[in-house]
């Protein structure tokens, strides 16, 4: 049976990523047809929209100018100009001088203690630990001090992210650095699962990396660690979500999440999703795996005050309210959950012939329902489908918990980032997370309600917004004209959750921008970072951070603090 994948990051089906070859082919079109843009920030000339969605414009076929290539040594895009953009490796040496200037100017909220909790809010119990509790009406994280924390995070702050192939595609990149001897360790191959070289593993090469060698030298790995814990504090973000760094996160600086992804686990033969099939859990490697994947944590974020607690998985295709039953009633009989499942069937109904009678079946024996693989009526069949789905969902959240509570008895259970889910799922969720995490592309968490599931906190674990105004050719899941929108788009996201009921913390996806030539994994190429392929902050973004940071603990249900 295929194995669940080893690397579950996100998804693409709410809205499509542009493949590269289209984004290739819409370049040329533009270029040959209207010419390359002109102009730029300083030029004087009525604003020009970057990206291959500004060209202004029509001159002589004699000015076009080729398109290929069209990524500069830096990993832009080379035919336009926007504010922040890198020209010279001294923009960067530059920017690297004034930024460290502007952070000890702006060291972070004064109302923070060490956590980034409220220093001058109530104090609570305090076990060394991060946990919940409703407080006056909303659900709220305390910290190990035992001061209210709500959870300000972002996610993949790490090294060596999101590679972008280069393999057949010499003549798209211009003075390539992975030419010279001090760039070839940002060289690799790694695995596509979608588009142009799925099943692959073509070269690929960092250009963020790159570029952070450029611009903090020999040591960056060191000094850019140091640099990512005075950016978050001082932008008002308290916490490392999904997909940091390690040697970032053990720094102690800033609090973190963790993850806990079995490997080596049976899937359900047949069942579909986004990123694989699901867990077969009740086949004994599905808990064995959990349980090496929890012991691996010992000696490092288990037990360790800083970790708010663990994820486990990310966004698993749970399906509709019988899909998972009905992926087992198809798989073969050797299936560990279909034999779970037909074991609970004959212990309802007894005989055969009443299964038959409720289904509108004619399995001659309960030998022959475990051989066939063929799938009942949903609508005759639907409760005791609905039944089995609910119980998966709770033998995967059981297991989970246990495993994690036998390792870090005192950190959190923050439950499998939610994309789509069922009722069965979510109430499941509820029964065995400390806190319900959904990863939520949405304007506003104001009106949002769990289906199924209790009053039970919860956590925004991705939400992002982007545009196409500074050269990257996807606006992301959640698409707004340009920077100063996606700052107001910040707030408001992040002030419903302030004043909603239940949430405890929004986790922004991701730290840094994806490669405008795409990431090797899935293709994606989202203008989402708080900083672009140069590291250069999109400040407009930062400083609604900011702002939102300063008034975390002024603006709950129960508090009129408005953001300015």
Request: net charge neutral.
């Amino acid at each position: 049976m295929a194995s669940t994948p080893r690397w579950n990051p996100r998804r693409s089906w709410k809205l499509a990523v542009m493949p590269v070859a289209v984004v290739l082919s819409v370049g040329l079109w533009y270029l040959c047809w209207r010419g390359p843009p002109s102009g730029g920030p300083s030029s004087g000339t009525s604003e020009k929209r970057p990206g291959l969605w500004g060209m202004r414009g029509k001159p002589p076929p004699s000015s076009v100018t080729p398109f290929l290539p069209f990524i500069d040594t830096f990993g832009q895009y080379k035919h336009a100009d926007w504010p922040g953009k890198t020209h010279t490796q001294a923009d960067l040496i530059t920017r690297r001088k004034q930024e460290a200037e502007e952070l000890g100017t702006q060291p972070g909220p004064r109302d923070w203690n060490q956590y980034g909790g409220w220093a001058a809010g109530p104090q609570l119990k305090a076990t060394g630990f991060f946990r919940t509790e409703k407080h006056r009406g909303k659900w709220w994280l305390v910290d190990p001090d035992g001061k209210l924390f709500f959870s300000h995070g972002i996610d993949c702050v790490l090294h060596n992210s999101d590679v972008t192939p280069i393999e057949e595609r010499g003549r798209w990149f211009e003075d390539f650095p992975g030419e010279r001897d001090e760039f070839r360790p940002f060289l690799s191959r790694a695995f596509a699962f979608k588009g142009h070289y799925a099943g692959r593993s073509p070269e690929c090469f960092c250009f963020r990396d790159a570029n952070l060698l450029r611009k903090y030298g020999p040591d960056w790995r060191q000094v850019y660690s140091e640099v990512v814990h005075r950016r978050l504090r001082s932008w008002g973000l308290n916490t490392l979500g999904m997909w940091c760094d390690e040697g970032i996160r053990l720094l102690r600086r800033t609090p973190y999440t963790d993850d806990i992804v079995p490997h080596g686990v049976k899937s359900i033969d047949g069942s579909t999703g986004d990123w694989g099939p699901f867990y077969d859990v009740f086949d004994p490697s599905f808990e064995h795996g959990v349980r090496e994947a929890m012991t691996s944590r010992k000696n490092g974020s288990a037990g360790d005050p800083w970790c708010i607690g663990y994820f486990s998985d990310n966004e698993l295709s749970w399906g509709d309210d019988v899909g998972l039953a009905l992926a087992a009633l198809q798989a073969p009989a050797e299936q560990a959950a279909k034999k779970v499942f037909v074991a609970d069937l004959q212990a309802k109904y007894g005989d055969i012939a009443k299964l038959n009678e409720a289904w509108g079946t004619a399995h001659a024996s309960w030998n022959v329902l475990r051989e066939t693989r063929q799938a009942p009526e949903v609508g005759k069949a639907h409760d005791d489908l609905a039944a089995f789905s609910a119980k998966l969902a709770e033998q995967y959240f059981r297991t989970m918990r246990t495993a994690l509570k036998a390792v870090a008895p005192n950190q959190l259970y923050l439950g499998c980032r939610f994309a789509r889910v069922n009722a069965g799922a979510a109430a499941a969720a509820g029964s065995f997370c400390d806190v319900v995490s959904y990863n939520l592309y949405r304007p506003s968490l104001a009106h949002f309600r769990t289906d199924g599931s209790p009053d039970v906190p919860l956590l925004a674990g991705e939400f992002h917004f982007g545009a196409l105004d500074r050269g990257v050719f996807h606006p992301g899941l959640a698409a707004v004209p340009d920077q100063a929108a996606r700052a107001r788009a910040y707030q408001n996201y992040v002030r419903s959750a302030l004043q909603h009921p239940q949430f405890v913390g929004t986790h922004w996806f991701q730290y840094h921008d994806e490669p405008a030539t795409g990431r090797v994994y899935d293709e994606e190429n989202y203008q989402i970072g708080f900083v672009d392929v140069a590291d250069t902050p999109y400040w407009e973004t930062v400083n609604a951070a900011r702002t939102a940071g300063g008034v975390l603990y002024r603006a709950s249900p129960r508090r009129n603090a408005q953001f300015p």
